[in-house]
């Protein structure tokens, strides 16, 4: 089965955060829906339109396909006295559930966010696709299980009459058909669901395959090959039912993009003007999509809506380069992995007060003040009307000053012209 990765689907809102501030208009923002009537709200609208409507006329073309095969394979074994064929007729009936649970899934895990899924419903296709391994799970073990039974009798093995052959055949031909179908379609609109349901169909080839070849030797006089087959299919539906049950829950639970994919993303963001450097990289898959989290270094000096802009121009490089649904941009001006906290620190007003009080001028409480908390500590930067004498003066008070305090590492004393 072709890897997660291939299919993730570009379609992208992304979140930037600047100087490590939230503001709670940006979490609105990005969590608001848009207006519409309450009629219009009621009236189910995809997400994506194109893929939506694929996947439905797929699903809709391998329910009935897979209805009149579970009828002819049942009832075909059932009176060819083929075990192996009634088997592969199960196999079918399970097809057809998981195209129902297909449908299900693609309706609702196309619908757009809302305030309780801000980022969307698409891991209902995961929790579908799990619920799907499961059931396919038990079913080839219940499968296998009942073929061992049989075989302990051998000499209630019956010849299996040769319109259970042609059968097999027929359901070989049709589901090998269907994968193809169903492949072209997946790979069209890249959708992760649908290349596990075409996938599916491909096992089930394969397991007609195996029910043709049972037939085959049992028709030559080799009477347990037909339950041979059967255990078989058991086996084959068991283990592809474990694999999508395993991708699934690995989802669920955020596990992350694979090493190759986050070194990209990781060189994408780094390569972004503005950024000095990359720490705390995180991802998580969403169905076909894929959440990512970053924390960039930018000069610690450069304003907010500087530091803004540099986390929006990482944000769209992202999505230019990667299939990704979500991205946090957290901007830095240090890397909070290393240096030391400054969570301690007075706020802006305390530190203006503590500084006007240390060189004795509250006139400074009236002047432009901008603070740099960094490593612990804090870099003040006074910019003045006054003239250049008064400036050097307080230069050099302020150049005193932190020799001893504890709050302020540097004070830089600047004339607005």
């Not at 989802?251 to 990359?278: C, F, K, Q, Y």
Request: proline share 3%; net charge negative.
């Amino acid at each position: 089965m072709p890897s997660r990765k291939d299919s993730l689907i570009v379609n992208a809102q992304v979140i930037c955060c600047a100087a490590d501030s939230y503001t709670s208009s940006t979490k609105m923002k990005n969590h608001s829906l848009p207006q519409r009537s309450q009629a219009h709200k009621a009236t189910f609208e995809p997400a994506h339109p194109v893929r939506f409507a694929a996947a439905q006329r797929s699903t809709w073309v391998s329910i009935v396909i897979n209805l009149l095969l579970t009828f002819l394979q049942v009832l075909g074994g059932f009176f060819a006295h083929s075990q192996a064929l009634m088997a592969d007729g199960l196999h079918s009936l399970s097809d057809l559930l998981s195209d129902i649970l297909v449908l299900f899934a693609n309706r609702h895990g196309n619908r757009h966010a809302d305030a309780n899924h801000p980022y969307g419903h698409a891991r209902v296709e995961t929790a579908a696709t799990l619920v799907l391994g499961v059931f396919l799970a038990v079913l080839g073990v219940m499968l296998l299980v009942a073929a061992a039974m049989r075989l302990q009798n051998p000499l209630a093995l019956q010849t299996v009459s040769p319109v259970g052959l042609a059968i097999a055949i027929v359901a070989l031909v049709a589901k090998e058909g269907m994968f193809h179908y169903m492949m072209a379609v997946a790979k069209r609109v890249r959708s992760q669901m649908l290349i596990a349901n075409a996938w599916h169909a491909r096992s089930d080839a394969a397991s007609s395959l195996v029910v043709v070849v049972g037939i085959t030797g049992n028709l030559m006089g080799y009477t347990f090959l037909d339950l041979l087959a059967a255990a078989v299919v058991g086996v084959m539906i068991g283990h592809m039912g474990g694999k999508l049950a395993f991708e699934a829950l690995a989802e669920l639970i955020d596990t992350g993009l694979d090493a190759e994919e986050v070194e990209a993303i990781r060189n994408t963001l780094l390569t972004t003007p503005g950024v000095l450097s990359l720490h705390d990289l995180r991802t998580r898959k969403m169905a076909d999509n894929a959440l990512v989290d970053a924390h960039i270094i930018v000069d610690p000096k450069v304003s907010v809506s500087e530091g803004h802009y540099i986390a929006e121009a990482a944000r769209h490089a992202v999505l230019k380069a990667h299939h990704v649904l979500d991205v946090m941009v957290h901007i830095d001006p240090e890397d909070d992995m290393q240096a030391k906290p400054n969570a301690h620190l007075p706020n802006r007003l305390e530190l203006l007060q503590h500084l006007a009080n240390r060189l004795g001028d509250q006139s400074l409480l009236q002047q432009r003040l901008v603070f740099h908390y960094l490593d612990g500590k804090v870099d003040a930067e006074i910019c003045l009307a006054s003239d250049q004498e008064y400036a050097q003066a307080l230069q050099q008070r302020c150049d005193e000053l932190v020799k001893s305090d504890e709050i302020f590492r540097s004070i830089l004393v600047l004339r607005r012209l």
